[in-house]
């Protein structure tokens, strides 16, 4: 009798707490009502699905943080993105119509913060973020000189993330110019992301090549690396960038009328595809914590990504691809403060000195490094 009371007592108290985390305000989120969403393997592949939700994360979709994304524009009407947008700069024409004829801005803003749960289309990894729509890209390409102002624009303006999808070799005419411009940025604490080329080699691709700039390559569905992808030490993350289904715009534009990609919505390849799956995820972690520094939301993504290829870093995947569940369920990576390496360097000196009294013969080899010069750089 004794045990059919406990039996009793526990299924009470089961269905109790059942009730009780199904209760308003309890409830575990659904998937979100986008039709289009089984078309986004890479949605689910950094587990944006998880990161959706969970009751513990959910509440981190990228609200109050802007994305400047440098490319060509935007679709402003379209449907799925038009409450992501503000205002941004056409580098271009000098002017502030960042309407997007070519489709590959906006493709890339979609995977970003594409609006979620409005039944239309497709789901957005940081779908709360702000998207602000700097124009450097046209279909001629783009200037480096117009890149260097879109930098320091975004900076000006309040954006914590710049997303630059596309690249070229540098010019030594610019190259101290473009490089000084992504470290104000970075100082100011913009974190800066790049794709890395569709070369297939490990030749750098610039703006990506810059040490303050988080480099992407591209994976495919089974997560091996895109054929075209280009790799090397300076690649920090892998993402997906095979099949990536996104917005397109919803009137002809380049991508639409000469290589016959659809209207509203398609899929299109490159490291320029997955820049913004690693864009997105930074923005879920900025949104959880609003003061991290470019290192440490890079450290952090480091910490929580899920390693490719060989055990730990390789010149493929990087560290690996990032994961938007993990990367705001775990701990931020604190930065710490550098050491004065000048006064490391002046004690190993002095030491040298009074232990050896040798005399110090300093010789200096001098290689010249031949540069392509390039004054252009293409969307990637």
Known sequence: MRHLILKIILVILVLAFSAFSNAEGFKTPSLPND???????????????????????????????????????????????????????????????????????????????????????????????????????????????????????????????????????????????????????????????????????????????????????????????????????????????????STMPTYPVFLTTEYNYSQNYDYLNGTSMACPFVTGIAALLLSKYPDLTPEMVKDTMIAQAFDLGGYGFDPYFGHGLPNAYKAITGMPIPEFEAFDISIFATIVVLIILFSTRARIVKKVSYSPIIHTCKTRFMPI
Not at 103 to 125: D, E, L, P, R
Not at 219 to 239: P, V, W
């Open 35 to 245: 039709p289009d969403l089984p078309k986004q393997w890479g949605w689910f592949a950094i587990e944006a699905d998880k990161s959706y939700t969970s009751k513990y994360t959910s509440s981190y979709r990228g609200e109050g943080i802007v994305i400047a994304v440098l490319d060509t524009g935007i679709d402003h009407n379209h449907p799925d993105l038009k409450d992501n947008i503000i205002k941004g700069w056409n580098f271009v024409d000098g002017n502030d119509n960042t309407t997007d004829l070519d489709g590959h801005g906006t493709h890339v803003s979609g995977i970003i913060a594409a609006t979620v749960n409005n039944g239309i289309g497709i789901a957005g990894i940081a779908p709360k973020a702000k998207i602000m729509p700097l124009k450097v890209i046209s279909e001629r390409g783009g200037s480096w000189l117009d890149l260097d102002g879109a930098i320091r624009y975004a900076t000006a303006n309040g954006a914590k993330i710049i997303s630059m999808s596309l690249g070229g070799k540098m010019s030594p005419a610019f190259t101290l110019s473009t490089s000084l411009t992504i470290k104000t940025a970075y100082y100011n604490n913009v974190t800066i992301i790049a794709a890395a080329g569709n070369e297939g080699t490990s030749s750098k691709l610039y703006p990506a090549a810059y040490s303050n700039v988080i480099s992407v390559s591209a994976i495919d569905k089974e997560h091996n690396k895109a054929e075209f992808s280009n790799y090397g030490r300076h690649i920090t993350f892998s993402a997906p960038g095979v099949n990536i289904y």
